[in-house]
């Protein structure tokens, strides 16, 4: 069971998620019935935010980036697990991480509650956070159940073709069909040899002209 990339739809209101390399977090579980995080992303190394560094003197100071924490809580409706992952500061956060599944959690019955990535910046003896959530509903599925969900949002597309033929196959049944397609073809020709003729007879013209000039 794999998420899609659950940073495509976020709120981050501090803006601190770089978006470049484009950010990657996929949420996974494997065979052992171990949670899985993987992916990479980057946050700003800095961030500028009002600071008490004196008595009645609040200033905008630049605060760098400590520490990386990622929150999540998973449930089975039965129980509630929460998590919490502390990573060092770095430009770049590859996760590989492993969360070992309670044994008694209904996997059948996975969710994601909750799922938080909080950066936390220092300046000085000030630390404050920023906190990107997800947006959107986190879902599990099966390889299978994506491959299911392709060829649905296809299956739409494929009716309206379907229903094209089907409809000029009726209408081609019609016996109204060939004199729908006779009449303009008719005219057509009509024109095509009259149009010849024309061309035709002024050569004749042009030619006995020709002939009795040069006698």
């Known amino acids: 069971m794999t998420t899609n990339n659950i940073l495509l739809n976020i709120s981050d209101p501090d803006n601190i998620l770089l978006k470049s390399p484009t950010p990657v977090l996929i949420v996974k579980i494997d065979s052992d019935n171990r949670l899985l995080l993987s992916g990479n992303f980057r946050l700003s190394e800095q961030i500028s935010k009002i600071a008490y560094i004196g008595p009645s003197k609040n200033t ?36 590989d991480y492993k969360f070992n599944i309670p044994y008694n959690f209904d996997i059948s019955n996975f969710k994601i509650k909750s799922f938080e990535i909080i950066g936390n910046y220092i300046y000085g003896n000030n630390k404050i956070s920023s906190l990107i959530t997800i947006n959107k509903k986190i879902l599990l599925q099966n390889k299978e159940d994506n491959m299911i969900n392709f060829i649905q949002s296809v299956l739409p597309y494929k009716s309206i073709k379907q229903n094209q033929v089907e409809h000029f196959e009726d ?36 030619s006995d002209v020709d002939t009795s000039s040069s006698e």
């Not at 409706?77 to 770095?90: F, G, M, Q, R, S």
């Not at 019609?174 to 010849?196: K, Q, R």
């Open 60 to 95: 905008y100071q630049e605060f760098s980036l400590h520490e990386l924490v990622i929150k999540f809580i998973i449930s089975d409706d039965k129980n509630n697990y929460n998590e919490i992952l502390t990573l060092p500061v770095a430009s770049v956060f590859i996760l």
């Open 171 to 206: 209408v081609s049944n019609d016996p109204f069909f060939t004199l729908y397609w006779l009449i303009p073809v008719s005219i057509f020709i009509c024109s095509f040899v009259y149009y010849f003729k024309i061309i035709r007879s002024n050569k004749t013209k042009y």
